[in-house]
């Protein structure tokens, strides 16, 4: 007999702290020593729960807001100072601040903004300095 029982068993779960508070108000109402919850308790008991869940989101939807702050300050930052390799020097291109071009077998970054015709590398005043 007990060889029986164990296999109907082997499919159950652990019961955590819920289902037996639920276990004991089914226990109770079916016995009559409780009454159901009013509809009334019901819901005030789900608006409680529901609060609290979110006020748990609300703090981690800020918690995140303030990360993709500090990101985009660090984007911003990497964008403003990156190093972006534009080729050979063309007398005829735009250049932002960042620009590395080739000039005479040297390679210069470009300080400031650089309009087509202005500042050839090299140059005195020119807006590049050399790194290479």
């Known amino acids: 007999m007990c ?3 164990a296999p109907r068993l ?3 779960r652990a ?3 819920d289902d037996i508070e639920l276990l004991r108000t089914r226990f109770a109402l079916a016995s009559g020593r409780a009454k159901a919850p009013s509809t009334a308790e019901t819901v005030a008991r789900l608006a409680d729960g529901l609060g609290e869940a979110i006020q748990t989101l609300a703090a981690r939807v800020d918690e995140l807001e303030k990360a ?3 990101a985009q300050k660090k984007l911003d930052f990497l964008d403003a100072h990156a190093l ?3 080729g050979a020097w063309l007398p005829e291109s735009t250049y932002h601040p960042g620009a590395v071009v080739r000039h005479h077998g040297k390679a210069y970054t470009a300080l400031r903004h650089i309009s087509p015709g202005k500042g050839e590398p ?3 005043g ?3 300095t050399e790194i290479a």
């Open 3 to 5: 060889s029986q029982a």
């Open 10 to 12: 082997s499919g159950l």
């Open 15 to 17: 019961l955590d702290m």
């Open 126 to 128: 020119a807006g590049w």
């Open 122 to 124: 090299g140059r005195s």
């Open 68 to 70: 993709a702050v500090g």
């Open 84 to 86: 972006i390799f534009a």
